[in-house]
């Protein structure tokens, strides 16, 4: 009987590294919108400089790509399983750094610092954003369908059979169309409108926003607010 082959740590070392520092991935964070995933501080230092995608290059944001990222816990207690003793490795630096203080550039970091920044983050020190907007505003949405058959042409979207979510004011329309996506399971390639009230909205454009500039209802009438979603046409 043919035993089991044994995995090396460095078989799934594609998917647990950074592809910015080339280390072990230290609070995996993940860019919405690429789902591409880097250390929390390699990205949000990258970010600093730029507001495209380090790995694949895509525009993630126009003025603030930080809030596209994601802290994936699950990935980062699946590292500390697969590299034995990197939990209280990367606990020793932290607190070594903390002991030291090093000063650069008006920090008190040392030379590593994105390491040493990461539990300054997560402990809500210096009002970071550490959940991610769990704690912010949320908004309930209704997600209708606007098809017509004459716009669908070879792929058909279809309505979704729950309509309606809760999210945070701050999610936008970029998000909700991977959102859609995902749900009608639909190719990549494959691009769709959401409208508000018949205008095509932005995908940088935010639900508070949408809400407050585009939403014209009000009164008893004005919640659940509802967007609508279609093929892209191309009007070019």
């Known amino acids: 009987m043919t035993s089991p082959r044994k995995h090396l740590v460095k078989d799934f070392n594609h ?4 592809y910015v520092c080339k280390g072990y ?9 690429c789902l591409h995933t880097f250390c929390k501080s390699c990205i949000v230092q990258h970010f600093e400089d730029s507001n495209d995608c380090p790995k694949c290059g895509i525009q993630v944001h ?13 990935l ?14 990367q606990q020793q ?15 008190e970091d040392g030379p590593r610092s994105k390491r040493s920044r990461l539990d300054d983050d997560d402990d809500g020190g210096g009002g970071g954003d550490g959940d991610y907007h769990r704690s912010d505003p949320q908004i309930a949405i209704c997600l ?42 639909l190719p990549s390639s ?14 940088d454009h935010t639900m508070e926003f949408i809400y ?23 009007f070019g």
Do not use: H, Q
């Open 15 to 18: 998917f647990i590294t950074c």
């Open 76 to 89: 980062e207690e699946i590292i500390f399983k697969l590299v034995p003793g990197l939990r209280e490795k």
């Open 190 to 203: 494959y691009e769709l409108d959401v409208l508000c009230n018949g205008e095509i909205m932005g995908k």
């Open 212 to 234: 407050m500039t585009r939403w014209r209802l009000r009164g008893e009438t004005a919640y659940p607010m509802v967007l609508e979603y279609r093929p892209r046409i191309d």
């Open 62 to 74: 126009e003025t603030n790509p930080r809030e596209m990222l994601r802290l994936d816990n699950t």
């Open 144 to 185: 209708g369908c606007c098809c017509v058959d004459s716009l669908v042409g070879e792929s058909v979207v279809k309505g979704l059979m729950k309509k309606f979510i809760r999210c945070s004011t701050r999610v936008t329309v970029g998000t909700i169309k991977k959102f859609l996506s995902l749900k009608l399971k």
């Open 93 to 107: 630096e932290i607190e070594f750094w903390r002991s030291r203080k090093w000063k650069e550039n008006g920090e």
């Open 25 to 33: 991935l230290i609070k995996p964070t993940t860019v919405t919108e």
